[in-house]
């Protein structure tokens, strides 16, 4: 059990930059896989990036590659999501998710989300 809150969000114009927080409690971030995911309003949530235990595991969505990178300090217990090119399609909630399995899922525990909102 883990407990996970995110931060980092805003309203931001397109081409600009974002660096999402989740801090983890409860157990040592470096017992989980960590990932974001987001949701937009109307749509599903959907994948985003996955970082493993150890960080040569990572994986990212088609949509977000080149862009996005995730990266973990454990010595924080502290995952991040580096947002860069931001998009209008990239406004959405995003939600922090940890594993006890693999960056595959399933997904046990969840934060409650973020908001960022991409203008123009």
């Known amino acids: 059990q883990v407990q996970l809150v995110e931060s980092g969000g805003g309203l931001v114009q397109a081409g600009d930059s974002l660096r999402l927080s989740c801090a983890a409690s409860g157990r040592t971030s470096s017992s989980y896989a960590l990932g974001w995911f987001r949701q937009a309003p109307g749509k599903e949530r959907e994948f985003v990036a996955a970082i493993g235990r150890i960080d040569i595991t990572i994986a990212y969505a088609d949509s977000v590659k080149g862009r996005f990178a995730i990266s973990r300090d454990n010595a924080k217990n502290t995952v991040y999501l580096q947002m860069n090119g931001l998009k209008r399609e990239d406004t959405a909630v995003y939600y922090c998710?940890?594993?006890?399995?693999?960056?595959?899922?399933?997904?046990?525990?969840w934060g409650q989300g973020t908001q960022v909102t991409v203008s123009s």
């Open positions: 998710a940890a594993s006890t399995h693999a960056i595959s899922g399933p997904w046990d525990s």
